[in-house]
């Protein structure tokens, strides 16, 4: 065991496998306390709330504060109903993974609401760049399960014809970008598609997400860079689910008080959020929406939240974090809050919930079983092998013309 | 015909451009109001406002991702990168987003985007305004690569570059942007306006971007060459009094295999020639195809004439650019192999 | 002697050159107290101490430039990239600085680095974790490329890699991490517990890195190949029942001539393999240079076996990964060409 | 001419050729009023710093504040000789490359302050990476003029072995990186040598100037997240002399309020200081140096001053700016200032600075006739030719040695 001292800082997480978790350190603005600017603020004016918290839901579940978007309850039903459906399909498609039926599965468990609360507060016409954990915008927006889960198990019914690893996702109709393995990769594209939107005369916003880790990437300064220059209409979004992989936030963050306050670097209005609170996730990007639309710029959100799963089916989290964590975590659940929410405003019960998650089990069910129609990974059928070459080029050139008959297909 | 050097062919190439499609947009460090370090974007901001010839930031990853996203919602851009030793910090954006979106979205997304850069040596620039890094680009699925070597071509290739639907990195030898040179550094300075390639007409045409040129026909010995190296291969091809038949060959992927196969099939010899470092270039890839597509009428090894394997040299430029005598050197020895 | 896989043999190359040199450091993204996503630096954190092996922030440019500075200021860091699918945000600090250091400054800093990462595909891992982009870096003056292709070699290969004072990029082929892959997915899983080379000293050696190795001698075709091919390479030499001369090339640049000569000139016939995209890839280097080499021995055309020139499939992979049956076509094809 | 409104901001500098530039808008903090914080300050609390000013020389031309870091006359005194001498160096460089007797140079006119008073407030045994524009770093810590021009001339003395373009220096005994071509990429260098300074248990201080165009590099945002992450010994400058090449630093900057600011977005103690003021450059580099030296991590400054002249010599500013840019700047020349200051201390006079000119003019075209006694760029000798051959690895490989046969040599 080394024992000497490191002779330069290098960050650790406070908890390690073993360590009993407490996060009574966080100093966790109260509910309510954020105040809400006007849409047109001077982005360098919204230092307060890159540093503090914009929070809506109180410790009973209340709604409070300037920034309560006072959605009508179904509304809010919809936002829960779209949360449980994302939080059923990961499940399953986890087992589905453990049993081969896939290559690759990725969860958003415990930032359902970040996707779901977001993606509900654009509108559907809205243009999302998200990265590999924002599901939940697909299920808000209505996209076919079972289009989807043909995707991940890549078979004849995959619209991307089996070239993509599960969970990366491409639905042009809807509205949603390509999605990219590459970190970061899509945060300054997303910039130059909301300029594009606004070159061709359009109102539509742009917004993209990427995680606490991949601010690090030089895309992420290329991004806020170009944002901030052009002063485009676009939403930028950081999940901070407190890892990247076995990597704590600490490692990106460095000296930064918050992940936030880097926008405010370049002059963007910059929030941080309650990313386990539907209504402050919503609300704050119905402001950062309306901002947009309206022409007053670029807007940066850090949405602090907890990665309460594996990053991905190739990753065993009990190697560098408190199996207890997830548990400890001082925001909770962003589905319990929701939905006792809901029951504090007797719009909801536990019966209810119970049925809820009932019925979109079966739904999913139901589902895998029709996308199992269209194919399985290992027996088929897939797309056809010649698809291999296509869409390369808009026209095969005589290279692909003669490797595809190498191949003899 | 108007006489124009290949700046003037390349601004009237993108004024055309942007005049006929408003969604073609050009960007780059200053390639807006000053209309670039070459002068090649000169004027068309003023013509077609600032929306549409920028500058940008010094972020070169940034500007090929503004374009990626610009593209993919039905824009052309048409970016710029100073300077083509710059283009390292965006390859990533150009790897693996650029040229694969049509590919990992099946079609729903298409990145008809132009990259152009000032490209290749034999300006006094140094390590770092010197480089030839097609290569790295030749070997990028899904990408077009386009090198012209006149202001003729210049201007119809870029033209085609920028209404095909695919990217395209279009590289520009900045040592010929004034005038046609012949790879003796002590000679005196060309004109393009003496040469017919400086012809160009003034409306809208496109030279195609799969097709490569026989610039000298000859029966001894074929000479592959693109960019700067083709006037040098071609006073080489006099010089040397050996009836060599030089190709130029405007795009590198996909290159024109008929052109290339029928010529070597038909003198039995070829040099293939890059300004680039030796190992891994794309004379590599030029003479592996060709040795598996002619390898019966081949009679002598197929030499490659290229920079070295070191870095751009800033004094010894021209002990490290190909020139005329290596490239007569080189005719030589294949003639002499037997 | 032990049994290790490649990752325990990684291991303890890099377990070795910290004990034996308080100057090697590793870094990377989980590559600290995780031991990275494969586990390769497993340990050596809680061993060597925070500042020995540490975590790094996702920035693959910066790791780059950290190493860099942290090279040129006396130290030997070991740096790792997660997927080489990912190196590309950090190759223009390879291209531009890394490797041109010791050039530029006349001698007067040094760059001994090695840049470690999971390479090749053959795991599902779809375009985005399955990349092969040695091309890139073969044509890096000033750059060593190392890709071993089993544990005796990877730890011989890593530590005189981590001791030798030029830069060095060492793909690690992550398809064999756990056991030698005969390029027959449906077959069972091997193990490097039952093959020769899976027996590695526990102490301090190293593998040349300007070595090939024949790994099966012949007389018909001589078979170029590494990384992952190698061990499809000899199993498809089995099958066929040709007598072909299998090479493990180890070290691409600079990469061993004399090996390679010599074999092409014994046998006559060759076959260049990789599993990148064919256009502009390193088969090309090699095939440039054999034809002119051993013109005047060769049978038959130098074949290539490659990928083809697309992104990676995800469902598909074994339709890209050029396997057996693409390797025993080639040898049929070579040995039936005349 | 293009009538159409833009349809996003495209950023443009207040004037062009033929305006008549007044900087009355800029507002620019007097001399004196930024507060100086302990050398240990949490990084986090220095945003009135780095949206204010360090300005020590007030417009009498006297020190005042708690900047002002009460230096010596004799000290001062020899800056502002290294200061004379850069400018005097440059102008003769640039006649020489009019003359065709070098390829390439570029001056560093108006921004002296910004590298002479900076060395000199670090220890020379301090490790420098600059950038192409701080050539008074050499001065001031003495390095031979001759061999400074045999560079430029790459000719035989050149100790690059005409490797490099003229100004791109290196000189390892003076513990002064090789400058490289390609811009920003030895920001995050820098804090890799400084971390391994401290690795090998030095108090070495890194320091590394960017410019304001190249602050937009993701190498730039790399530099600022490593030395954040790892709390190392480092100075991270950015000259902010309002120009890349043609393009005005608000293309840069953005909606950021100062250049300053962009390190507040890391928790760096970040100083925007007066970049044309000897005592404030001087100043803040040594509370810098002393906060990296004794362990309480990095600093991050902005210089602001103005580039007076063209950007290299392949360049002519009289196409995107007025001429009369240079003048109307409101900070002033550095070398008058400080001049100014010293007389006014009663320690110079006019004649003695003529004299000084003239003496420096001297040596540097003294030096040039040695420099040429080396060899000619035209006429040699040169480095000898095998030589481009050679420092590619440490040792030729078969490629370089037949490669050098080729070339027969
Ligand atoms: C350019 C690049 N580098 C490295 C990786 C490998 N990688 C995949 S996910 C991941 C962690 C990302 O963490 P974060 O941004 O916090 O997102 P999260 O997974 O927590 O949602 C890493 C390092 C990658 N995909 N792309
Ligand atoms: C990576 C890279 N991109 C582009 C260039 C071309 N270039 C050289 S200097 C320059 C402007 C730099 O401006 P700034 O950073 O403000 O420094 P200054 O010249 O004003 O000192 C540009 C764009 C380069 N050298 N490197
Ligand atoms: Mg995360
Ligand atoms: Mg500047």
Redo the contacts with the bound molecule.
Sequence with gaps: MATHEPRYRVPVPKYRPGDEPDFSHLKIPAAGQAKRPGVDVDGRDTIDLALGMVRVLDHNHQAVGEWNPEIKPDVLREGLRHMVLTRVYDERMLKLQRQGKMSFYMKSTGEEAVAVAGAMALKDSDMVFP???QQGILFARGRDIVDMMCHCISNSGDNLKGRQLPVHYTWAEGNFFSIS?????QFPQAVGWAMAARYKGEDQVTASW??????A?GDFHGALTLASTYHAAVILNV?N?Q???S?H?NM?IGDAPTFAMKGLGYGIASLRVDGNDFLAVYAAMQWAAERARKGHGPTYIEYFSY?ADA?STSDDPSGYRPKTEAKAWPLGDPIERLKNHLIGLGEWDDERHETLEKELNDLVVKSYKEAESHGTLHDGPLSPIPSIFEDVFEEQDWRLIRQRQDLGV | MPKMNMIQALNSALDIAMEKDPNVVSFGEDAGYFGGVFRVTAGLQKKYGLDRSFDTPINEAAIAAMAIGMAANGLRPVAEVQFSDYIFPAIDQIVSEMTRLRYRSAGQYTQPIVIRSPWGGGIRGGQTHSMSPEAFFTHIPGLRVVIPSNPYDAKGLLLAAIENNDPVVFFEPKRMYNGPFDGKPDGALQSWANHPKGEVPEGHYTVPLDQAEVVREGNDVTLLAYGTLVHVALSAAEKSGIDAEVIDLKTLTPYDIETITKSVKKTGRCIVSQEAPRTSGFAAELAAQIQEDCFYSLEAPIYRVTGWDTPYPHAHEWSYFPGQDRFINALKSVMEAA
Excluded: P, W
Excluded at chain 1, 181 to 185: E, K
Excluded at chain 1, 210 to 215: C, M
């Design positions: 990265s590999y954990r393995g590459n970190l970061g990769t990427i995680g606490d880790g991949t601010t990437e999940v689910n890892f990247a992989i990597t936030q990106a990665r990053h």
